[in-house]
């Protein structure tokens, strides 16, 4: 698939780079209040495992892996989901940046939290942080 950004749909997301790069698996966002200014950080995996009984007369399970809900994704947030599926028009969807690890995108997301936790417009109010650091 080409990453021409004719050819990509972004869903909902209006604010985007011009590209997925190849290597991606996840990206961070940021979902603001058109009215207010207030805003929600947050991230989304661009695919997800799906985990298929076996052949058969075979043993493993079969791994699967397919496109996320990422092109409809409103948040993790109840207090904003909520608030987006009565009326979406309110919000703009910003993908702030894309990540090629799991550790990567946990710990930017998490820096961008702290950078805006105290600041009154920000929604987010947990910084949750679990990742595990790959060093060569």
């Known amino acids: ?20 790069p190849e290597d991606a698996i996840s990206f961070v966002y940021k979902i603001t209040e058109k009215s207010s200014n207030k805003f929600y950080i947050g991230c989304k995996l661009l695919y997800k495992t799906i985990t298929r009984p076996p052949l058969k007369g075979k043993k493993r399970k079969r791994k699967c892996v397919k496109d996320s809900d990422w092109r409809t994704y409103c948040s993790s947030s109840g207090l904003i989901a909520e608030s987006i599926e009565s009326d979406e028009s ?41 990742c595990r650091v790959v060093k060569n």
């Open 1 to 20: 698939m080409s990453n021409e950004e004719n050819d990509i749909d972004w869903g909902h997301w209006s604010k985007h780079p011009t590209s997925i």
């Open 90 to 130: 309110k919000y703009d969807f910003e993908i702030i940046s894309f990540h090629k690890s799991k550790s990567e995108l946990k710990i930017e997301e998490a820096r961008l939290i702290i950078d805006n936790i105290y600041d009154p417009m920000c929604f987010n109010q947990i910084v949750n942080l679990r």
